[in-house]
């Protein structure tokens, strides 16, 4: 299996900045895909940002030129810095692996605890 540990959430102001971080571990054959996605109270979690192994990115329109998705493929570690943050973006945030673990033998969608950010206005 595949493990997730997020960090970096928190309380910001409107404007502010955050940098959130995933850590990937466990028995790892391969990291295809990670991203962020968000859950806000009452809506569905919907994607924030993707990046893939070959170095792809996308990102929400909501999101695009103030959040940046990073990767350290090295470390298995994928980081989301969000500037101009505003009250809209206040959600639980979570990390996302598209991994094959090798106890599993095939790929799936791995998921880490989430991590609160809420941005006062």
């Known amino acids: 299996q595949v493990q997730l540990v997020e960090s970096g959430g928190g309380l910001v102001q409107a404007g502010g900045s955050l940098r959130l971080s995933c850590a990937a571990s466990g028995s790892i054959f391969s990291l295809n895909r990670m991203a962020w996605f968000r859950q806000a109270p009452g809506k569905q979690r919907e994607l924030v940002a993707a990046?893939?192994?070959?170095?792809?990115?996308n990102y929400a329109d909501s999101v695009k030129g103030r959040f940046t998705i990073s990767r350290d493929k090295a470390k298995n570690t994928v980081a989301l810095q969000m500037n101009s943050l505003k009250p809209g973006d206040t959600a639980v945030y979570y990390c996302?692996?598209?991994?094959?673990?090798?106890?599993?033998?095939?790929?799936?969608?791995?998921w880490g605890q989430g991590t609160q950010v809420t941005v006062s206005s």
């Open positions: 990046i893939t192994s070959g170095g792809t990115i």
């Open positions: 996302n692996a598209y991994a094959t673990a090798y106890d599993v033998g095939f790929p799936k969608d791995y």
